[in-house]
T-cell receptor, first 114, second 113 residues
Framework: AQSVTQPDIHITVSEGASLELRCNYSYGATPYLFWYVQSPGQGLQLLLK??????LVQGIKGFEAEFKRSQSSFNLRKPSVHWSDAAEYFC????????????FGAGTRLAVHP | EAQVTQNPRYLITVTGKKLTVTCSQN?????MSWYRQDPGLGLRQIYYSMNVEVTDKGDVPEGYKVSRKEKRNFPLILESPSPNQTSLYFC????????????FGPGTRLTVL
């Protein structure tokens, strides 16, 4: 069955520290991959997406993610976290045909200490 | 301003009282969908629509109805709400495909007593 796993429910980092949020997927073929961010009280916003090509993808707000086919992973990274990055982060997969639906992970809530 | 709007933002109701949550987008998007968000479960798709008069079930459609009579509007209808439908609901739209960038509304927090 298709699924997305985000192993970390909560992560706390200090401001200025590096960040890595994990995402693993189970899918029949290589899916399209997404990271969305949900700031408190708001809807979700797309950070970045991977369809094909270079496995290191740059997104908005200084985030990047790396697709590793051998590990079925698409981890999100940021070299230096800002207090405004405190939010919930969702990994999602989609069918390359563009139809059907997006499958979201359960989310990782990030807290940032000053 | 390009946006997806939802109304109401907050709603407390009682079991069995029919309600409608409206969703409207001003980006001329073809694809629209409804999700519910529950703690520990992430977002689960309820219904989606590829275009006007074209709708289909997502992962958790039971107890919900939708319609797409106009391109910009995609209301979510709960004919007989139950407490297990207490959740945070999001409407989203994208240009044409689900894998295009999804634009989300601000959410509707529904409590069914």
């Amino acid at each position: 069955a298709q699924s997305v796993t985000q192993p970390d429910i909560h992560i706390t980092v200090s401001e200025g520290a590096s960040l890595e949020l994990r995402c693993n997927y189970s899918y029949g073929a290589t899916p399209y991959l997404f990271w969305y961010v949900q700031s408190p009280g708001q809807g979700l916003q797309l950070l970045l997406k991977y369809f094909s090509g270079d496995t290191l993808v740059q997104g908005i707000k200084g985030f990047e993610a790396e697709f590793k086919r051998s590990q079925s992973s698409f981890n999100l990274r940021k070299p230096s976290v800002h207090w405004s990055d405190a939010a919930e982060y969702f990994c999602a997969v989609g069918d390359p045909g563009g139809y059907n639906k997006l499958i979201f992970g359960a989310g990782t809530r990030l807290a940032v200490h000053p | 301003e390009a946006q997806v709007t939802q109304n109401p933002r907050y709603l407390i109701t009682v079991t069995g009282k029919k309600l409608t949550v409206t969703c409207s987008q001003n980006m001329n998007h073809e694809y629209m969908s409804w999700y519910r968000q529950d703690p520990g479960l992430g977002l689960r798709q309820i219904y989606y629509s590829m275009n006007v008069e074209v709708t289909d079930k997502g992962d958790v459609p039971e107890g919900y109805k939708v319609s797409r009579k106009e391109k910009r509007n995609f209301p979510l209808i709960l004919e007989s709400p139950s407490p297990n439908q207490t959740s945070l609901y999001f409407c989203a739209s994208s240009f044409r495909l689900v894998t295009d960038t999804q634009y989300f509304g601000p959410g509707t927090r529904l409590t069914v007593l």
